[in-house]
């Protein structure tokens, strides 16, 4: 079962105060959420979380995932990546990563780059993109790839390593912008809600 890597250790800092992992969405938390709808997808979800304590454990502490505490996670988003690559076994051979701020993704839409790595087995990454192109999550790297995961710095996350393998890269393209559609600040999630209220969507 290839193993889902969610990355929810961030400080929400453009959130002035609140914590966008634990607001609503759909009747649940957006980190009970996204573990949820990974855990539909695949028994093996480990999820890097800020070091204890801290209110984001609680919410996820009744699912049958792996918590993974980031002791550094201050450093940025590549503090969680290392934890995470760190985390998996040798007969791994493909990994997840999944952030923990998108809410208009799917299972379908994790399902679908799941299945593009058996259509396109030459490519080392295959990422959910928008359906003008552009690149995002979830994403699926191969095991080739885990020691660069596991020695990355700075907060840039793993754009450096897909831009060192570009010409090695599958987009597959989901419904809109879900694939990029994040949430950083209070009027973000003010706009998100007001267009999921005009399409009906469940909030």
Partial sequence: ?????????????????????LLDVGGMSLLRRQASMALEVSTDVRIALPPRPHPRYDVV????VQTIEV????????????ALFATLEP??????????????????????????????????????????????????VSRSIFKEFQMLEGDSGGNSIIANHDDAV???????????????????????RVGRSSSNAPR
């Fill in 71 to 82: 002791t550094d996670a201050a450093q940025g988003m590549s503090a969680s990546l290392r």
């Fill in 61 to 64: 502490q009744d699912l049958d």
């Fill in 170 to 192: 599958y987009l597959v393209p989901l419904v809109g912008n879900r694939a990029r559609q994040d949430l950083d600040t209070p009027e973000d999630w003010a706009a998100w």
């Fill in 91 to 140: 007969e791994q051979s493909h990994a997840m990563v999944l952030l923990g701020d998108l809410p208009d993704l799917i299972n379908e839409d994790l399902r679908a780059v799941m299945s593009a790595t058996t259509q396109y087995p030459d490519a080392m990454i295959w990422r959910g993109a928008t359906q003008t192109g552009k690149g995002g999550h979830p994403m699926v």
């Fill in 1 to 21: 079962m290839m193993p889902i890597l969610i990355l929810a250790a961030g400080a929400s800092s453009r959130m002035r105060g609140a914590d966008k992992l």
